[in-house]
């Protein structure tokens, strides 16, 4: 199985970063074959260009769609900044999931061309997912982003992983329980599965 890891953080020792490292460890571990896409790092232009709103993917948003195409599962880590993702994973997913690669619509109706390829969504929020679920907000994360992004793109959701009650002064012992998690969830999925 081969696997297209991408993350979105600004800051390189983030906890959004480590837990995208501890996932990709682990599937080095069981024999995966595994790319992080460290989109700060690279310095991904998130910006839509009316040139290539025109003509289709450019430059490095073409180079992330080779990506895609080479990747059985793609991995999508990132926090939750007012409810949505950072602008720099929406800008990969304006540039990148774009029509004519991951949708064709037509009247309105959008078909996912992206269908036998899955996804794992990782997120993080500081608040807590009792709440965000009590409020209504979990549910508005899961339409516009499992659903209407990566479901639509015709990928399957294996699992969308949340870690929430995330912030700066978090003690280890903690952490080092969401870095687990991520962990356990490369295990459930991919262990003994070398297709
Ligand atoms: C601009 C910005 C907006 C955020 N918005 C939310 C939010 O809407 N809900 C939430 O629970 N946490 C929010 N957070 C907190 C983050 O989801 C996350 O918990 C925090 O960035 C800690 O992760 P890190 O150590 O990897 O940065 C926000 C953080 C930032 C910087």
Redesign the pocket.
């Known amino acids: 199985v081969k696997h297209l890891i991408v993350v979105a ?1 600004p ?1 390189e020792k ?4 480590a837990l995208a490292h501890a996932y990709a460890e682990e599937l080095e571990k069981i024999g995966q074959v595994q790319q992080t896409r460290d989109l700060y790092r690279m310095g991904f232009d998130p910006l839509m260009s009316a040139d290539e709103l025109a003509s289709g993917a450019s430059g490095d948003a073409a180079k992330a769609q080779d990506d895609i195409r080479a990747a059985d599962v793609l991995t999508v880590v990132y ?6 993702m ?1 602008a720099m994973m929406k800008g990969y997913v304006d540039r990148v999931l774009a029509r004519g690669f991951a949708y064709e619509s037509e009247k309105g109706n959008v078909r996912g061309l992206l269908e036998g390829k899955k996804v794992i969504m990782i997120t ?4 807590p997912l009792p709440l ?1 679920i009590a409020s209504g907000n979990w549910n508005a994360v899961q339409v516009l982003q499992d659903t209407h992004i990566f479901r639509a793109a015709g990928f399957t959701l294996l699992e969308h992983l949340h870690i ?1 009650k ?3 002064d978090m003690p280890k012992a903690i952490a080092d329980k969401h870095l687990a998690r991520v962990r356990a969830c490369a295990q459930e999925h991919f262990r003994g599965n070398l297709l």
């Open positions: 953080h800051v983030s906890f959004t970063l926090p939750l900044w007012w409810l949505s950072p993080i929020s500081g608040a965000l929430d995330v912030a700066p």
